[in-house]
């Protein structure tokens, strides 16, 4: 089983940038893929962005509307993934959680599911101030 812990978190004024890293330790062959989710208080947890660890060559899928802003990157030899965050927004503000999947039917549409993830971290708070 794997296991992820996310760090990184912080307070931001608007316009900043911050890098989340989830690292990785145990059994990392029992995932495929590891995504990046967010969710504030109320709300249903929201993808981010997802990326093929395992496979697909490192293949990437966003949410469309954090794209440009957003770059999820894997570093193999530390067993780490990360989260780039650009042009910091007050409605980012919300805890980041990396999660793990492996099911092999998941696409760029189902990786941003939190239904394909069996193993979550236990997050990193971002708060972005006008």
């Known amino acids: 089983q794997v296991r992820l812990v996310e760090s990184g978190g912080d307070s931001v004024q608007a316009g900043g940038s911050l890098t989340l890293s989830c690292t990785m330790s145990?059994?990392?062959?029992?995932?495929?893929?590891t995504g990046w989710f967010r969710q504030t208080p109320g709300k249903e947890r929201e993808g981010v962005a997802a990326i093929w660890t395992w496979s697909r060559h490192g293949g990437t899928t966003y949410s469309k509307s954090l794209k440009d802003r957003f770059t999820i990157s894997h570093d193999n030899a530390k067993n780490t993934v990360y989260l780039l965050m650009n042009s910091l927004k007050p409605e980012d503000t919300a805890m980041y959680y990396c999660?793990?999947?492996?099911?092999?039917?998941?696409?760029?549409?189902?990786?941003?599911?939190?239904?394909?993830?069996?193993?979550w971290g236990q997050g990193t708070q971002v708060t972005v101030s006008s």
């Open positions: 145990g059994d990392a062959s029992s995932h495929i893929y």
């Open positions: 999660a793990a999947g492996s099911s092999r039917l998941a696409g760029n549409a189902e990786a941003l599911l939190p239904s394909y993830y069996h193993t």
